[in-house]
């Protein structure tokens, strides 16, 4: 955390803070609302180590590993979406969050565009597993937060109760997050190129924005009667006289400039969705291989777009990346995905292996399945599918008068071979395993002989230099250190 000093009038991040072990941590326990609502929080230094957010993610609040991870902002002064938008709005987010196990990252305040998410949250029902797959967090700034003090303490319970009629310049929290990061406010030295989507119609910026972006010419420039009309715009908008208005017109352009990380969705056009909007700002704003994008648009369930956009003319797939996706969308139950890869070449004749098949047998991704209840395998066992047994199922099932090929002994030599190569594949993966382990420790084992002949032949060394009367290595005799290479 950053704890603030005086030292002189002006104040920096870099002279007037210093960071220590967080001081306040535990749980928020929301009051007065309709549902009962609990949300972890940590305050932490903007500039935090993502490996330790990692690792208070995954370790500490154990947190699934999110498929997409979705940022929304919106400013800290409250308005209203017209109807129809802020449905389309709602239906979009909860779309794309059910879809792929989101995270959704907002500023976690009561204000701006975040009460319009948590309405989209509300809408995802009252079931813990609808709930469980999408967690909303909250990054807020602690200088921002409204009575902060009071969260300041070891594995804290706080008492929380949101005033809807907030009045303050500083924040309240929103109760439909269920983890908090309190970070103090400061800027990083770079500026990382986040690709965005702009709902024109909503309001304020959003719609400056997309106006700059649809104007706004090959060159990156503005003429100068939309630039006049911009700055009126912006006069009127946010209440500011010609020198601010002038400096938020060129930070526009600056924004609009940025033709491929900006996205801008309008309502009421074909094809215009939400999630469409924010796969399509992914697939422009990142240097993704053609293999990435269509794993993209597959956690998104996007078969239109990755049909539109990734298959084009020109580009080459590898068998390898083609059989991927085909093995990702049969895990998951993406039909369409299927067809799509099935009509740009993909042949099950060569992609479904024995191996394969057992895999898709025994995966416990995608919607859940009859199979291990009919063979009479419980969860807890941990046991392995093999297609004899598929077989054998098959014929329970259909009665004894079918007889399936997998049981047939033609099938069962095959398999026998399959069977053998792959326990021999797992050895030979084994053995070269073993083997680089050994390697590194006779190698490490080395290392550490040569290092304790150097320490005695430096100590003899030492020895013999102070029979003579001279200088021991250390006393500014840098040069005097025997090599730490063998000879």
């Known amino acids: 955390r950053g704890d603030r000093k005086a030292h002189g009038p002006r104040w920096t991040i870099g002279k007037n803070t210093a960071t220590a072990p967080t001081d306040a941590y535990g749980t928020i326990v929301f009051e007065g609302c309709a549902h009962q609502s609990r949300a972890h929080y940590v305050r932490t230094s903007f500039d935090t180590d993502p490996a330790a957010l990692n690792h208070l993610f995954h370790v500490i609040w154990k947190l699934p590993p999110p498929k997409l991870v979705i940022t929304i902002h919106g400013g800290l002064t409250n308005f209203d979406l017209q109807p129809k938008l802020a449905r389309i709005f709602r239906k979009g987010i909860l779309k794309a969050a059910r879809s792929t196990d989101a995270w959704i990252i907002t500023s976690g305040l009561n204000t701006g565009v975040v009460p319009h998410v948590a309405s989209a949250l509300e809408d995802l029902g009252s079931t813990s597993r609808s709930r469980s797959r999408v967690i909303a967090i909250g990054v807020a700034p602690w200088g921002m937060l409204k009575r902060r003090n009071r969260f300041i303490g070891t594995d804290k319970s706080v008492h929380y109760a949101t005033n809807q009629f907030n009045k303050s310049r500083l924040a309240e929290l929103n109760d439909r997050h269920s983890y908090f990061l309190f970070a103090d406010n400061g800027t990083v030295g770079s500026t990382p190129r986040i690709p965005v989507v702009i709902c024109d119609g909503s309001g304020r910026a959003a719609d400056l924005l997309a106006f700059t972006h649809h104007a706004i010419g090959d060159d990156g420039k503005l003429t100068d009667s939309v630039r006049n009309q911009l700055m009126s ?179 069962k030599a095959k398999y026998f071979v399959f069977s053998n190569r792959r326990q021999l594949g797992y050895q030979k993966a084994d053995r070269e395993r073993i083997r680089s382990e050994n390697l590194k420790e006779d190698k490490e084992q080395q290392q550490n002989e040569h290092s304790i002949r150097i320490d005695l032949l430096n100590t003899a060394r030492n020895s013999i230099i102070s029979i003579f009367g001279g200088r021991h290595q250390n006393e500014d005799d840098e040069g005097s250190t025997l090599p730490l290479s063998p000879s």
């Not at 239109?304 to 093995?327: K, P, V």
Request: proline fraction near 2%.
């Open 233 to 411: 715009l912006v006069e009127m908008v946010f209440n500011y006289d010609e020198k601010n208005a002038a400096r938020i017109v060129r930070q526009l352009i600056d924004c609009a400039r940025q033709q491929n990380l900006m996205t801008v969705f309008r309502l009421g056009e074909q094809r215009q969705e939400v999630d469409h909007a924010i796969l399509t700002a992914l697939l422009k704003g990142q240097n993704l291989s053609s293999p990435e994008q269509l794993q993209l648009a597959l956690a998104w369930n996007r078969a239109d777009i990755a049909r539109s956009e990734i298959f084009t003319l020109g580009t080459e797939w590898s068998t390898q990346d083609l059989h991927n996706a085909m093995m990702e969308a049969l895990c998951y139950d993406r039909t369409d995905f299927v067809q799509l890869l099935l009509e740009n070449g993909v042949s099950m004749h060569r992609f479904l292996t024995y191996g394969r098949l057992e895999h898709l047998y025994n995966t416990d991704k995608g919607p859940p399945h009859t199979l291990r209840s009919k063979m009479g395998i419980t969860s807890k066992v941990h046991h392995r599918i093999k297609l004899p047994e598929v077989g054998h199922a098959m014929e329970d099932l259909m009665g004894h008068a079918y007889k399936s090929n997998y049981t047939k002994d033609d099938f």
